[in-house]
């Protein structure tokens, strides 16, 4: 961002990568999928590195409110600085912490998720999927807790799988009823407390009720927790876990 | 002396409707215990939450079965009503059935025939509640919370309808026999679609008989009301009337919206500010620092939140949609407005003890809920969908948890490091903020 702004040029979009999306193993191969996706849509988008910071979704929760505030106030004078007008996240905690938590502290941004996004591009013909290698394939959609419940965005991911011609199976518990992964909150920082059942293997057991082969998703975090969970069930070789973003890209083969 | 029941249904009336008053009134002070909130925004998106959802019964009927059975009770309650106004003219003024003298017949016939049918119905929809609870025995009516009272709570609301509801047909039966034998005062009036099968039951009585039937289940019937309409203020089953106030002030900003503390505000902006004098004296007239953060008892949550636990009817929904709850964690989220509500009743009784609230040595953290349930929670905002009266458990959890982050740092240590890691290094993990953008060379 900062070399946008030497040359003086505004961004069409930031890309907030969020944290996971910057160390995470895993998840950072979700961001690179998207940044392609990006690419071949002749978007011009811009992140912000090594300025960008937590967005104190973890903290807030968690009830530390001071530190969430430090962690908003920061970054909204460093987006704010560089007039940001839109942003556009592959984490569904990013995007709630930001859309809905930043404007009373004076950050007000137009937020998309990145499957809205995604969405959107195809909407506009700016970019074009089909079916590829996931054609008929049986997925079930996880819905992370803070795109869907917390925003009301369901169909924005749907209609990307859709749009990959996949057999869309759901799961018992979807949408508004879907059932967390077991990572918001903060969970994803802490052991859980004592039950008869981690969270994230209970809803794995739920995802491989429906037979699907893949498990896509939205959330870095609801990544981390499914991959566990289909470790845990020694089930790695008949279930992957894919964002849909990684979907669309890999159709493509990009 | 003929005026003798008139008069002992007048007191038995003022009685009845007078603890009640005082009762609620009790409620309105213990609410207003609570933090003031501002709850004026979006009058037209609450009123129409309102219509949808409580006079609509929208979330009830997410789940189809017990969302019927409920619209059964919920009509007749409230349509047979109109019933009960009869009762109450007829007792102050010892006329009989005094609306067929004032209506057109036919629309008098159309009403007390749709309250019997109606009556019929309360009693199906009350009879397979208790099924559910008492039979089928549904995971929701047996969790750890719902031992002793509260379970004994949800049956004798049931016996209650049920009784009333049998007193009613019963009533009107033994009225249909006195109507076809002529007798003074019982002038043919009413169709009766359900209690006539009750007839043959009751057929050859004397009319001496049938009119104390009559009149035995006319006294009890309104005698039960007014006892009714008492047990709420003891009981779980406020609902039917603060479901509505309820709705109205719930939540109407998006789910995943948790406020902001305006007091942290004030501070962090103060921190951040480069011109702020840190060692200025506090301005005259400026609000003195609040006196803590978070919640650890009832007083320091906000009175929609206090409304919240008067308001649950311990149906379960929530618990049975908590991801920590199905996979057997402490956590429930009823229980979260049980303890809310006990605590609270229980300073209400403090107060009406010392005429003020005098520390008791507990609060809601700790005595009520603990630990170990409010850290369970993922704040998935599944309780807060679930729930068809818009209570929010949500909103207790993390205002306590900010009490023990922000007053007490006693969060769980892992917690704690993650929190140092935001703090030093901008992300939850110990990896250094200059490597954030590693992920673009790496292949």
């Known amino acids: 961002m900062?070399?946008?702004?030497?040359?003086?040029?505004?961004?069409?979009?930031?890309?907030?990568?969020?944290?996971?999306?910057?160390?995470?193993?895993?998840?950072?191969?979700?961001?690179?999928?998207?940044?392609?996706?990006?690419?071949?849509?002749?978007?011009?988008?811009?992140?912000?590195?090594?300025?960008?910071?937590?967005?104190?979704?973890?903290?807030?929760?968690?009830?530390?409110?001071?530190?969430?505030?430090?962690?908003?106030?920061?970054?909204?004078?460093?987006?704010?600085?560089?007039?940001i007008k839109k942003i556009v996240t592959a984490c569904p905690h990013c995007f709630n912490t930001i859309g809905n938590e930043y404007p009373e502290l004076g950050g007000t941004y137009e937020i998309m998720h990145h499957t809205q996004f995604l969405k959107s591009l195809l909407d506009e013909g700016k970019l074009k999927v089909e079916g590829g290698k996931f054609k008929g394939k049986k997925i079930t959609f996880h819905d992370p807790c803070?795109?869907?419940?917390?925003?009301?965005?369901?169909?924005?991911?749907?209609?990307?799988?859709?749009?990959?011609?996949?057999?869309?199976?759901?799961?018992?518990?979807?949408?508004?009823?879907?059932?967390?992964?077991g990572a918001g909150g903060a969970q994803m920082f802490k052991e859980p407390e004592a039950g008869d059942k981690d969270v994230n293997v209970e809803r794995t057991e739920q995802a491989m009720e429906t037979s699907a082969k893949i498990i896509a998703t939205g959330c870095p975090f609801c990544m981390v927790m499914m991959t566990d969970g289909v470790k845990a069930k020694n089930a790695e070789e008949n279930v992957q876990v894919m964002d849909v973003a990684e979907m669309i890209a890999n159709a493509e083969d990009l | 002396m003929q005026y003798l029941p008139n008069i002992l249904f007048s007191i038995a009336l003022a009685a009845g409707i007078g603890y009640f008053t005082l009762n609620i009134r009790k409620i309105i002070r213990n609410i207003k215990l609570g933090q003031e909130v501002n709850a004026s925004d979006n009058k037209g998106q609450r009123w129409s939450n309102m219509v949808r959802i409580a006079l609509g019964?929208?979330?009830?009927?997410?789940?189809?079965?017990?969302?019927?059975?409920?619209?059964?009770?919920?009509?007749?309650?409230?349509?047979?009503?109109?019933?009960?106004?009869?009762?109450?003219?007829?007792?102050?003024?010892?006329?009989?059935?005094?609306?067929?003298?004032?209506?057109?017949?036919?629309?008098?016939?159309?009403?007390?025939?749709?309250?019997?049918?109606?009556?019929?119905?309360?009693?199906?929809?009350?009879?397979?509640?208790?099924?559910?609870?008492?039979?089928?025995?549904?995971?929701?009516?047996?969790?750890?919370?719902?031992?002793?009272?509260?379970?004994?709570?949800?049956?004798?609301?049931?016996?209650?309808?049920?009784?009333?509801?049998?007193?009613?047909?019963?009533?009107?039966?033994?009225?249909?026999?006195?109507?076809?034998?002529?007798?003074?005062?019982?002038?043919e009036a009413g169709s009766f679609p359900i209690s006539k099968f009750i007839v043959p039951l009751i057929d050859g009585f004397s009319e001496g008989t049938l009119f104390a039937i009559e009149r035995g289940a006319w006294w009890l019937h309104i005698l039960g009301i007014l006892i009714f309409l008492n047990y709420l203020y003891f009981s779980k089953h406020l609902h039917i009337l603060l479901a509505f106030p309820n709705v109205y002030f719930g939540k109407v900003t998006p789910?995943?919206?948790?406020?902001?503390?305006?007091?942290?505000?004030?501070?962090?902006?103060?921190?951040?500010?480069?011109?702020?004098?840190?060692?200025?004296?506090?301005?005259?007239?400026?609000?003195?620092?609040?006196?803590?953060?978070?919640?650890?008892?009832?007083?320091?949550?906000?009175?929609?939140?206090?409304?919240?636990?008067?308001?649950?009817?311990?149906?379960?929904?929530?618990?049975?949609?908590?991801?920590?709850?199905?996979?057997?964690?402490k956590l429930s989220p009823r229980k979260i407005m049980m303890d809310t509500r006990d605590r609270l009743e229980e300073i209400g009784k403090n107060i009406d003890k010392n005429g003020e609230f005098k520390p008791d040595g507990k609060q809601l953290l700790d005595d009520y809920i603990t630990?170990?349930?409010?850290?369970?929670?993922?704040?998935?905002?599944?309780?807060?969908?679930?729930?068809?009266?818009?209570?929010?458990?949500?909103?207790?959890?993390?205002?306590?948890?900010?009490?023990?982050?922000?007053?007490?740092?006693?969060?769980?240590?892992?917690?704690?490091?993650?929190?140092?890691?935001?703090?030093?290094?901008?992300?939850?993990?110990?990896?250094?903020?200059?490597d954030r953008l590693n992920w673009k060379n790496e292949n």
Request: overall charge negative; charged content about 20%; proline content about 5%.
């Open chain 2, 255 to 329: 789910k995943g919206k948790f406020k902001n503390l305006e007091s942290v505000t004030n501070e962090v902006k103060m921190m951040m500010d480069p011109n702020v004098d840190p060692f200025a004296a506090p301005a005259e007239g400026t609000q003195e620092a609040p006196s803590k953060f978070g919640a650890s008892d009832v007083m320091d949550l906000s009175r929609i939140q206090l409304l919240n636990a008067y308001t649950c009817t311990e149906c379960g929904r929530c618990t049975s949609e908590c991801p920590a709850n199905i996979t057997g964690k």
């Open chain 2, 57 to 187: 019964q929208s979330k009830m009927v997410v789940r189809p079965i017990p969302g019927l059975l409920h619209i059964f009770v919920y009509v007749g309650f409230v349509i047979i009503n109109i019933e009960v106004l009869e009762i109450i003219i007829d007792g102050i003024f010892g006329t009989h059935r005094v609306l067929s003298t004032i209506l057109p017949e036919g629309l008098y016939n159309f009403l007390i025939g749709s309250f019997e049918i109606l009556a019929l119905l309360v009693l199906v929809g009350v009879i397979l509640f208790w099924t559910r609870r008492n039979i089928q025995k549904l995971k929701r009516f047996w969790n750890p919370e719902m031992k002793g009272w509260p379970k004994n709570d949800g049956n004798f609301i049931l016996y209650f309808e049920m009784v009333l509801m049998v007193l009613f047909l019963t009533m009107n039966a033994a009225d249909q026999s006195l109507q076809s034998l002529g007798a003074a005062h019982y002038v």
């Open chain 2, 371 to 434: 630990r170990e349930e409010l850290w369970a929670c993922t704040t998935c905002n599944a309780c807060v969908e679930a729930c068809p009266v818009s209570i929010d458990p949500l909103s207790i959890i993390m205002d306590m948890r900010q009490y023990l982050v922000m007053e007490q740092s006693a969060a769980p240590t892992e917690l704690n490091v993650a929190m140092t890691n935001i703090e030093n290094n901008g992300a939850p993990w110990p990896y250094n903020q200059m």
């Open chain 1, 146 to 181: 803070y795109l869907g419940r917390a925003n009301g965005e369901y169909e924005a991911p749907r209609n990307l799988l859709e749009k990959l011609e996949v057999e869309l199976v759901e799961m018992k518990r979807n949408k508004k009823h879907g059932m967390c992964c």
């Open chain 1, 2 to 83: 900062a070399e946008y702004m030497a040359q003086g040029k505004q961004p069409e979009v930031l890309f907030w990568v969020g944290c996971a999306g910057s160390f995470d193993d895993r998840a950072k191969k979700i961001t690179k999928a998207f940044v392609k996706l990006l690419h071949k849509a002749n978007i011009d988008f811009a992140v912000l590195g090594t300025e960008e910071s937590c967005t104190g979704d973890p903290a807030k929760r968690a009830g530390n409110e001071f530190l969430f505030q430090m962690q908003a106030m920061a970054n909204i004078e460093v987006l704010n600085g560089y007039g």
